[in-house]
Every structure is written in C-alpha cells, then in structure tokens.
C-alpha cells in the first residue's frame, strides 16, 4: 500500500477566500485524484491530476475554481480559490501505486468550513 | 463504468458474519468489482476487488456469481470497528483509474 498525508487536515476559512491543500504520498505513484465529499454525501472525482501537465477535470469542475499542480510523482496540491459555504466538504486525495494500478488509496481527507 | 444498486442499510450482531449485497446488471466483460469501506472520518481503505472468480483476504470475501450480474462481499466476523459505509463499484481496470461512488450501504455492527 501507500501511506498518503494531506495538509492542512482541518480548516475553517472565511468566504472569497483561498486554500491550498497538500497531498504527499511516500512512494512513486503512476495516477493521483481530487474527491470532493459534501455533507452527508458520497465522493465526486474533481480531477485526475497529471505529473508536468494539466489535470483533467471531470465535468461540473472547472480549472479557475479548482487549480491543481504535480510537480512530481509524489506529490500534488488543490486550491479551492473564490470559496463559498457550498464549497464546504472533505477533499481526499487518491493515488494508484507502481506495480499495483488496479488498487487505489485515499489520503485521510482535508475537512473544510467556509463561513 | 457499470452502475450499482445497494441497500441504505443493514444491521449485524458482533462476531456474526456480515454479508453485503450489490447488483451490478449492467457490467461489462471487461469490468471489475471493487469494495471500498469508509469509516466515520477516514478516508475510503480498499477491501477487496474481483472479476469473475470468489476472492477472500485478509479483510474479506468477495463471492460474485456466475453471471456476474451480482456479488456479495462477506465479513467473517464482524466486529464494532467494522461499522462503516460499504461502497460497491464497478470499474475497468488499468487505464482510466477513476472510481465512481454510489451511496453506498451503511453497516450498523451490533453488540
């Protein structure tokens, strides 16, 4: 498996505001994803995000609102940039191993309130 | 990707065997079967995944039948930590990577 990290694991942000959430993962991977969990919902896939290339966004997220950067293999961050109360949910990040793609891990989750 | 149909909910006395239901009639030949599992403020941890043939683990059995229009994913022994939402998703393996969640089925282990 992949021990996952995200940074920060909490936050509590004020509206028109942005946040900058990290994902590390501690071995090479060959995919990484962004979820979004709203309140009592299940996970939506944001973006797959791509090493030296832009993410690809599923429908209903755009890149202004949802910027995404992989700099390398282990490691990729979203930005919830403009937020709004709705914007409030658990971002996880996921990733698929080298040598075990048909598998995915999830980071524990960044919780998000904006007032 | 295949949709799949599970119950809201179910119950379970601890230490008896947990069996979670998923109809998946649609899937393709190509198309696999994964089990996630995500307790109460955790992200999703992978269980198991199958395509035609019974799996068991460390964690669980996945018994898919012969049409593969179903499966079930059975806890042995279930415990209190063992609570948690069930999701069952049908996905191609390899290149596209990404997992389609459901509802899921909220198991309620019991002591």
Same mark, same amino acid.
């Given at each position: 498996?992949?021990?996952?990290?995200?940074?920060?694991?909490?936050?509590?942000?004020?509206?028109?505001?942005?946040?900058?959430?990290?994902?590390?993962?501690?071995?090479?991977?060959?995919?990484?994803?962004?979820?979004?969990?709203?309140?009592?919902?299940?996970?939506?896939?944001?973006?797959?995000?791509?090493?030296?290339?832009?993410?690809?966004?599923?429908?209903?997220?755009?890149?202004?609102?949802?910027?995404?950067?992989?700099?390398?293999?282990?490691?990729?961050?979203?930005?919830?940039?403009?937020?709004?109360?709705?914007?409030?949910?658990?971002?996880?990040?996921?990733?698929?191993?080298?040598?075990?793609?048909?598998?995915?891990?999830?980071?524990?989750?960044?919780?998000?309130?904006?007032? | 990707?295949?949709?799949?149909?599970?119950?809201?909910?179910?119950?379970?006395?601890?230490?008896?065997?947990?069996?979670?239901?998923?109809?998946?009639?649609?899937?393709?030949?190509?198309?696999?079967?994964?089990?996630?599992?995500?307790?109460?403020?955790?992200?999703?941890? =992978?269980? !198991?995944?199958?395509?035609?043939? *019974?799996?068991?683990?460390?964690?669980?059995?996945?018994?898919? %039948?012969?049409?593969? +229009?179903?499966?079930?994913?059975?806890?042995?022994?279930?415990?209190?930590?063992?609570?948690?939402?069930? =999701?069952? !998703?049908?996905?191609?393996?390899? *290149?596209?990577?990404?997992?389609?969640?459901?509802?899921?089925? %909220?198991?309620?282990? +019991?002591?």
């Amino acid at each position: 498996s992949a021990v996952i990290s995200q940074k920060p694991s909490r936050d509590i942000c004020q509206r028109g505001t942005s946040l900058t959430i990290q994902c590390q993962v501690d071995s090479q991977v060959t995919m990484m994803f962004w979820y979004r969990q709203q309140p009592g919902q299940s996970l939506t896939l944001i973006a797959t995000a791509n090493q030296g290339s832009e993410a690809t966004y599923e429908s209903g997220f755009v890149i202004d609102k949802f910027p995404i950067s992989r700099p390398n293999l282990t490691f990729s961050t979203l930005t919830v940039s403009n937020m709004s109360p709705e914007d409030s949910s658990i971002y996880l990040c996921s990733v698929e191993v080298e040598g075990r793609q048909e598998t995915q891990y999830f980071g524990p989750g960044t919780r998000l309130l904006v007032l | 990707d295949a949709k799949t149909t599970q119950p809201t909910s179910m119950d379970c006395a601890e230490g008896r065997a947990a069996n979670l239901p998923c109809n998946h009639s649609t899937i393709s030949g190509n198309e696999y079967v994964y089990w996630y599992r995500q307790i109460h403020s955790q992200g999703p941890q =992978y269980i !198991i995944h199958g395509l035609k043939n *019974n799996e068991t683990n460390e964690m669980a059995s996945l018994i898919i %039948t012969e049409d593969r +229009k179903s499966s079930t994913l059975i806890l042995p022994h279930a415990t209190l930590r063992d609570t948690a939402v069930y =999701y069952c !998703i049908v996905r191609v393996a390899g *290149n596209t990577g990404k997992l389609i969640f459901g509802q899921g089925t %909220t198991l309620q282990v +019991k002591p």
